[in-house]
C-alpha cells in the first residue's frame, strides 16, 4: 500500500503541476467519451427500438477510443518526466488512433462479455451457475486491474503488439495483486469524490488523474520487476562464485 501512495502523490503533483493543459484534455475527453455517447443513446431510445439504441451508443464510445490513447499518451510522457506541451495530445491522437482502437476495442469487448456472463449466471437461480458467476466477478476484477496497465503499456512497448500488451498487463496485475488493489481503490475513491462533491472534476481533472495515475503505477511496476531482476542475478552470479571457490578449495 506505501507505493500506492507514492505513486498516487506523484500522479497529484502531476496533475497541479500541469493543470491548465490537462484540464483542457479532460474537458476534450469528457465531449467525445461521455457526452456523445450519452447524447446518442438518449436520442436513440427515442427513434430506435433498445437494442438499436445500445448498439448506436456502443458505436458512439469509439470516437472516444483515440482520445483516451491521446490522452494516455501524454501521461505517460509527463510519467517519464519528458519534454511536454498541449500538441502531444493530438499528436498521440493522430499517430496512434489505430492501437488505441486496438486496446480500448478489447477493453470494451472483454468488459461487456464478463459484466453480461456474471451477471446472468448470477441470477440463474441454481448453485452450479451461482458459483459460475462468482467467478465471473473475479474475473471482472482482473479485468478492472488490468486497466491500469493496457493504456500506459501501448506507449511503453517499443512494439507495441496487442497480444504482448496483454500479457504483460496482466503478468503485472499477478505479479503485485496487492497494489493493483491499491491502485483500484484509490481510482474508485477520485471517482466517488468527483461525482459526489464536484462534479466538474468529471469534467476536467477526473480523467487526466486516471491517466497519470496508470501511467506512473506502470512505470513503478517495471522499475520493480526490474530490480527484481537484478537482485536475483546478483544472488545467482554471488551463488556461482561461491560454488566455483568451493570446488577449486584441495
Known amino acids: 500500500m506505501k507505493r500506492a ?8 503533483r502531476a496533475l497541479y503541476d500541469e493543470l491548465f493543459a490537462l484540464a483542457g484534455m479532460g474537458m476534450i475527453w469528457f465531449a467525445v467519451a461521455i457526452l456523445f455517447p450519452y447524447s446518442v443513446l438518449w436520442l436513440g431510445t427515442h427513434v430506435l427500438p433498445p437494442a438499436g439504441a445500445a448498439t448506436a451508443a456502443l458505436v458512439a464510445l469509439l470516437p472516444g477510443l483515440p482520445v483516451s490513447g491521446g490522452l494516455y499518451y501524454v501521461a505517460v510522457q509527463i510519467a ?9 495530445f493530438w499528436e498521440g491522437i493522430k499517430e496512434h488512433y489505430l492501437l488505441s482502437l486496438k486496446v480500448g476495442g478489447v477493453i470494451l469487448a472483454s468488459g461487456v462479455v464478463l459484466f453480461v456472463d456474471a451477471f446472468f449466471y448470477l441470477n440463474a437461480g441454481t448453485l452450479p451457475l451461482t458459483v459460475i458467476g462468482f467467478f465471473g466477478l473475479w474475473g471482472l476484477l482482473f479485468w478492472a486491474a ?5 493504456f500506459p503499456m501501448a ?17 503485472l496485475v499477478f505479479a503485485y495483486p496487492l497494489f493493483a488493489l491499491g491502485i483500484l481503490l484509490v481510482m474508485a475513491l477520485a471517482t466517488t469524490i468527483s461525482l459526489l462533491l464536484l462534479l466538474i472534476l468529471v469534467a476536467t481533472a ?3 488523474f486516471i491517466a497519470l495515475l496508470s501511467s506512473q503505477a ?3 511496476s517495471i522499475d ?9 542475478a546478483k544472488i545467482s552470479e554471488e551463488q556461482d562464485e561461491a560454488a566455483t571457490e568451493h570446488r577449486a578449495e584441495p
Open 206 to 208: 477526473w480523467m487526466p
Open 155 to 171: 506507449f511503453l512497448l517499443e512494439e507495441p503488439r496487442l497480444g504482448l500488451i496483454l500479457k504483460n498487463a496482466g503478468a
Open 146 to 150: 488490468a486497466q491500469i496497465y493496457l
Open 224 to 232: 520493480e520487476v526490474k530490480n527484481f531482476r537484478a537482485r536475483s
Open 80 to 88: 517519464r518526466e519528458e519534454r511536454f506541451a498541449f500538441a502531444l
Open 5 to 12: 501512495l507514492s505513486v498516487t502523490r506523484s500522479a497529484l
Open 218 to 220: 506502470t512505470l513503478s
